[in-house]
Antibody
Framework: QVQLQESGPGLVKPSETLSLTCSVS????????WSWVRQPPGKGLEWIGYIYSTASTSENPSLGSRITISLDRSKNQFSLKLRSVTAADTAVYYCARITSTYMDVWGKGTTVTVSS | EIVLTQSPGTLSLSPGDRATLSCRASQSVSSSNLAWYQQKPGQAPRLLIYGGSSRATGTPDRFSGSGSGTDFTLTISRLESEDFAVYFCQQYGGSPRVTFGGGTKVEIK
């Protein structure tokens, strides 16, 4: 059974960098695509970006150059860094596995609040 | 940019009713690249339908997906209590690579 678990600080100060990690069990990150999605309070889903096992990435242009997604093959984890955060980045952040063209396994999500 | 517009925003129905949810794309989307998700409060989204019409593992057969081009539909033939939730459509392959619709909330009337 494939499971994903997000981890990271729940509170980040404005202008700082949000850093999250997704730990994968039951599958290898050397296969498939691995994605980040977020959901602001009371709103819909926003795709952030994904990474493939070759470490090639695709990011949502709306988030510009603030995003870095990376892999740690030794730990079977992938990570998200979002720089220069503002209150608009407050959201529940999910990691998910992309199989073909859809996200078939999701983490439970982690809430990140941007506030001083 | 491919924008997915879901309608209606909220659907008020009773158990046993038929629910029809719409997802309209601003550009043509291959049905193989269209998925539907269900989300309940406090939970992560759950994959329901992929490839436009294929049910994911564990999806009851009262859920069906259809459509092509720019118009896609999720139908719930007879609503059960556990089906009251928010539903999102998602496309893959356009620009941005992945986009979600704004969601349709199915609530108890």
């Amino acid at each position: 059974q494939v499971q994903l678990q997000e981890s990271g600080p729940g509170l980040v100060k404005p202008s700082e960098t949000l850093s999250l990690t997704c730990s994968v069990s039951g599958d290898s990150i050397t296969r498939n695509y691995w994605s980040w999605v977020r959901q602001p309070p009371g709103k819909g889903l926003e795709w952030i970006g994904y990474i493939y096992s070759t470490a090639s990435t695709s990011e949502n242009p709306s988030l510009g150059s603030r995003i870095t997604i990376s892999l740690d093959r030794s730990k079977n984890q992938f990570s998200l860094k979002l720089r220069s955060v503002t209150a608009a980045d407050t959201a529940v952040y999910y990691c998910a596995r992309i199989t073909s063209t859809y996200m078939d396994v999701w983490g439970k999500g982690t809430t990140v609040t941007v506030s001083s | 940019e491919i924008v997915l517009t879901q309608s209606p925003g909220t659907l008020s129905l009773s158990p046993g009713d038929r629910a029809t949810l719409s997802c309209r794309a601003s550009q043509s989307v291959s049905s193989s690249n269209l998925a539907w998700y269900q989300q309940k409060p406090g939970q992560a989204p759950r994959l329901l339908i992929y490839g436009g019409s294929s049910r994911a593992t564990g999806t009851p057969d009262r859920f069906s997906g259809s459509g092509s081009g720019t118009d896609f539909t999720l139908t719930i033939s007879r609503l059960e209590s556990e089906d009251f939730a928010v539903y999102f459509c998602q496309q893959y392959g356009g620009s941005p690579r992945v986009t979600f619709g704004g969601g349709t909330k199915v609530e108890i009337k």
